[in-house]
């Protein structure tokens, strides 16, 4: 659905394949399935959420195919929404807690994304700076070598 309606909107970018790659992370193996179960539909109401957001931006802006195209995501997003919750309240005892668990999880995922960014800017400034406050002793060391 959204190919079809990227082509008509930008042939060009639509027709890109760099923008197919997905990464994945074998959560399945790493959370176990009440966890897994738990993520996936809080991933799947957030995206509900956002999707119902886009669909109202287009249409304030008349955009009717494209809106009409979310309406049909939001509610297969609903839908999605709703069996993983009924997965999730036959898998878990404490389905609240299991997704309240798995926000906690995404929030300290968020945490440490946000983490690394940081770092890595910090590092490259720091490096900068570093190497701009060191120029003028390596040409100091050097005049003294001769």
Known sequence: MFTLRAEQLDPEVAADPTQYLADFEHLFESLGEERFVAFVHVGEARGRRQ???????????????SRALFD????????????????????????????????????WRAWLRAGRLVSAAVFTWT????????????????????
């Open 51 to 65: 999707l119902h957001i886009y669909r109202d931006e287009l249409a304030l802006r008349g955009d009717d195919k």
């Open 72 to 107: 049909a995501v939001v509610a297969d997003e609903a839908h999605h929404e709703a069996y993983t919750g009924a997965i999730l309240a036959t898998l878990s005892t404490k389905p609240r807690a299991a997704i309240a668990r798995a926000r906690r999880w995404e929030l």
């Open 127 to 146: 490096m900068r700076l570093l190497y701009l406050c060191l120029f003028p002793l390596a040409l100091y060391e050097k005049r003294r070598a001769r």
